[in-house]
């Protein structure tokens, strides 16, 4: 009986265990790039960038809080994509776990992950930045003092010069 409960136990955490894996960040990837060649792993952070389709497959940039990472994944599973991070919006927060590949011997020797599930997390918005106004004063009144510095030298008599003999 005993047995049995550690064998359920152990199967649970198998199951479980990789579902709920933490993921990890950018610098942990490169910095150890060799421990995780060609494995699994769970990889977080912000769409930045276009969503890039080539053929059935699809290439999306990452970005956690450090570096950003390329993902290699199939279209269908980056469809519901809306925001991708840049100026104007901030992109969707995903959470992609896939074969990381030190080297991609299909991407050019590139650092990638061929991502199998994507999942996203958060959903991005629209950013609307307006400018300041104490900036667009200060810049005003610059653009002011540099028209008047322009008119007044248009208006300045020009100098008699001395004749050099």
């Not at 896939?98 to 999942?119: P, Q, T």
């Amino acid at each position: 009986m005993r047995i049995g409960f550690l064998i359920i136990c152990a199967l649970n955490f198998c199951v479980y265990g990789i579902a709920y894996a933490q993921p990890l960040n950018s610098n942990e990837l490169i910095n150890q790039a060799g421990r995780y060649d060609g494995k699994v792993i769970t990889y977080a952070g912000e769409v930045v960038g276009d969503v890039m389709v080539r053929g059935n497959y699809a290439w999306i940039n990452v970005k956690d809080s450090s570096n950003a990472i390329g993902i290699w994944v199939d279209k269908t599973k980056v469809q519901d994509i809306i925001y991708t991070g840049s100026y104007k919006s901030q992109g969707d927060w995903i959470e992609v776990s896939g074969v990381f590949h030190r080297a991609c011997s299909e991407h050019g020797a590139d650092l990638d992950i061929h991502g199998e599930v994507v999942k996203k997390i958060v959903p991005g918005r629209p950013i609307s930045e307006e400018a300041d106004r104490e900036k667009r004063k200060i810049a005003v009144t610059l653009l002011g003092g540099l028209c008047l510095a322009l008119i007044l030298q248009f208006f300045k008599k020009p100098s008699k010069k001395k004749s050099s003999r």
